[in-house]
């Protein structure tokens, strides 16, 4: 992204997949719906047979920022 110029002098809103490498830029940042749906989805078929997610899959799929 460097070399392209895209993010250095970016100002706006940057939405993206959380890929670590985009925190870095000094602009405000938006989480891709897309994403989130993909990553809650996999959450929900990972969950026990009572409904509550086990919380080792739980930590895979938090923000990280």
């Not at 392209?4 to 891709?32: Q, S, T, V």
């Not at 897309?34 to 923000?63: E, F, M, P, V, W």
């Amino acid at each position: 992204m460097d070399e392209m110029g895209i993010l250095p002098e970016f100002k706006g809103i940057a939405i993206h997949d959380r890929y670590a490498n985009y925190f870095g830029y000094n602009c405000e940042h938006g989480l891709c719906n897309a994403h989130l749906l993909r990553d809650l989805r996999r959450l929900l078929n990972k969950t026990t047979t009572t409904g509550r997610a086990n919380s080792s899959n739980c930590s895979k799929t938090s923000i990280k920022r």
